[in-house]
C-alpha cells in the first residue's frame, strides 16, 4: 500500500482529492470543519517537502451543472484558516483557466479547483475528464474515504494516468488500517456490534462480518426479526417478516462458524413511537400487542457489558434503540460508555457506517473510540467485504 510517506514532494505538484462537501450554513459558510481538518496532514506533509498542493473536491449535487450555491469558493476563507496558509482558487477544475493557475502556482502554495460536479463527466467517470485533471498534478494523492466506493473520475479513473506516482493520503490511509484492524489484522476476541433499523439494509455486512468475528450482538430495531423468528412475540415492534428466514439461517451459520451471537433478552417496550409515550421493560419475546420495542434494557446491557470488555477488537455500526428520542438513547449511550471503558483497557475499536457517526457526535464519544471513520457509504461497503474502486485504482 503507497501512501504519502512514500513520496518526497519537493517541486512536485500534488493533486490531492480532498472531501470538502462540507455543510455550509444559510450565509455559505463553513458550519463544520471536520473534514477540512482531516485533510490537513496530508496537504502541511507536502507543503513541507516543498511541493504545491492542488486539491480537487465536489461539494453537494449540482448534477453537472454550474451553480453558486455550490461552488467552493465559499470554503476558500475556511480552508484557509485551517490549513494556515492562503488558499487560491480557480473557477474550474479542467481546461485553460485550471492549466494556467496550476502553472503559476508555486512550492508552498495551495489551489482549490471549483467543484468537480459542475461537470457531469465527474460522476460519469468520463475518461477524457479524468486524463484532463491529470494534467494538474505529477503525483495523485487520494484522501477522500467519503467518495471510495465511487468509481468516479477524481476517484477512480484519474489515477490510471499516473502510472506509479499514486499514493493514499494520511486519511484514507488510516481508514484502510482501521478497516484491516477489524476485518483481518485485530486481536482477538473480535466483537461487532450491529444496531439499526432493519436486517436488509445490514444483512451483507452480517454475512460477510460472520467469518471475521468471534462475537456479534444485534441491537435496535434488528433484534425483533431475530426474536420473531425464533418463535418470540414482539408485539407492535419493527418487524421484517420476510427476513425471518434470513435471520434463521444467519443463526444457523453463526453456529457452524463459532460466532456468538447475543440478541437483547428484554427491550423498553414503548405503547408508541414517540418519547412521551408510556413504557415498561418486558422480556424481548414476550411484548404485548400495542407495544413495540425502542430500546435495550437493563438485563441485556448488562449481558453487552460482559461481552463489550471483555473484546479486545470491536467495530460498532448502528444505534442500540430509537437514539433520536432521549427516552430510547439510554442503550446507544450505555453501549458507548462500555466500548470507551473497553478502549481505554486496550482495546482498538472502529466506530462507522450510515448514521453510526451521528450517534457517537450526538452523545460525544468520538474521543473516546480508537476510529471513527469519515465515510458513511463507503464504510458500510467496506464492511460488506467490497475492494472500494478508489482503493483498487491505488493499489493496481
Ligand atoms: P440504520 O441507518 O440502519 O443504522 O438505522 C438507524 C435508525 O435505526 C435510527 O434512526 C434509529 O432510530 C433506528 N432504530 C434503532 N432501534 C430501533 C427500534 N427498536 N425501532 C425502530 N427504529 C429503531
Not at 26 to 34: L, M, S
Not at 98 to 104: F, L, P
Not at 211 to 223: A, C, E, Q, S, W
Request: net charge negative; glycine share 10%; with cysteine.
Amino acid at each position: 500500500m503507497k501512501t504519502i510517506e512514500d513520496f518526497n514532494f519537493e517541486n512536485k505538484k500534488a493533486l490531492i482529492r480532498v472531501d470538502f462537501n462540507v455543510p455550509l450554513d444559510a450565509g455559505f459558510k463553513v458550519a463544520d470543519t471536520n473534514r477540512i481538518e482531516a485533510a490537513k496532514p496530508t496537504i502541511i506533509k507536502v507543503l513541507e517537502d516543498g511541493g504545491s498542493a492542488i486539491l480537487m473536491s465536489h461539494l453537494g449535487r449540482p448534477k453537472g451543472e454550474q451553480n453558486t450555491d455550490f461552488s467552493l469558493k465559499h470554503i476558500c476563507q475556511t480552508a484557509s484558516e485551517v490549513i494556515g496558509v492562503q488558499v487560491k482558487f480557480v473557477s474550474d477544475c479542467v481546461g485553460e483557466v485550471a492549466e494556467n493557475a496550476v502553472a503559476n502556482l508555486q512550492p508552498g502554495e495551495v489551489l482549490l479547483l471549483e467543484n468537480l460536479r459542475f461537470h457531469s463527466e465527474e460522476t460519469s467517470g468520463d475518461a477524457n475528464f479524468a486524463e484532463q485533471l491529470s494534467k494538474l498534478g505529477d503525483i495523485y494523492v487520494n484522501d477522500a474515504f467519503g467518495t471510495a466506493h465511487r468509481a468516479h473520475a477524481s476517484t477512480t479513473v484519474v489515477a490510471q494516468y499516473f502510472e506509479e506516482s499514486k499514493c493514499f493520503g494520511y486519511l484514507l490511509a488510516k481508514e484502510i488500517d482501521a478497516i484491516e484492524k477489524v476485518m483481518r489484522t485485530g486481536e482477538k476476541p473480535v466483537l461487532a456490534i450491529l444496531g439499526g433499523a432493519k436486517v436488509s439494509s445490514k444483512i451483507t455486512i452480517i454475512e460477510n462480518i460472520l467469518d471475521k468475528v468471534d462475537h456479534l450482538i444485534i441491537g435496535g430495531g434488528m433484534t425483533y426479526t431475530f426474536v420473531k423468528a425464533k418463535g418470540g412475540k414482539v408485539g407492535d415492534s419493527i418487524c421484517e417478516d420476510d427476513k425471518m428466514a434470513l435471520a434463521l439461517d444467519i443463526l444457523k451459520q453463526a453456529e457452524e462458524k463459532g460466532v456468538q451471537i447475543h440478541i437483547p433478552v428484554d427491550v423498553i417496550a414503548a405503547d408508541d413511537f414517540s418519547n412521551d409515550a408510556n413504557t415498561q421493560v418486558v422480556d424481548s419475546d414476550k411484548i404485548p400487542d400495542g407495544w413495540q420495542g425502542l430500546d435495550a434494557g437493563p438485563d441485556t446491557l448488562a449481558n453487552f457489558k460482559e461481552v463489550i470488555l471483555k473484546s479486545k477488537t470491536i467495530l460498532w455500526n448502528g444505534p442500540i434503540g430509537v437514539f433520536e428520542m432521549e427516552s430510547f438513547a439510554n442503550g446507544t449511550i450505555e453501549v458507548g460508555n462500555f466500548i470507551d471503558e473497553a478502549t481505554q483497557a486496550g482495546a482498538f475499536s472502529l466506530v462507522g457506517g450510515g448514521d453510526s457517526v451521528a450517534a457517537v457526535k450526538q452523545f460525544g464519544f468520538q474521543d473516546k473510540v480508537s476510529y471513527v471513520s469519515t465515510g458513511g457509504g463507503a464504510m458500510l461497503e467496506s464492511l460488506e467485504g467490497k475492494t472500494l474502486p478508489g482503493i483498487a485504482a491505488i493499489i493496481s
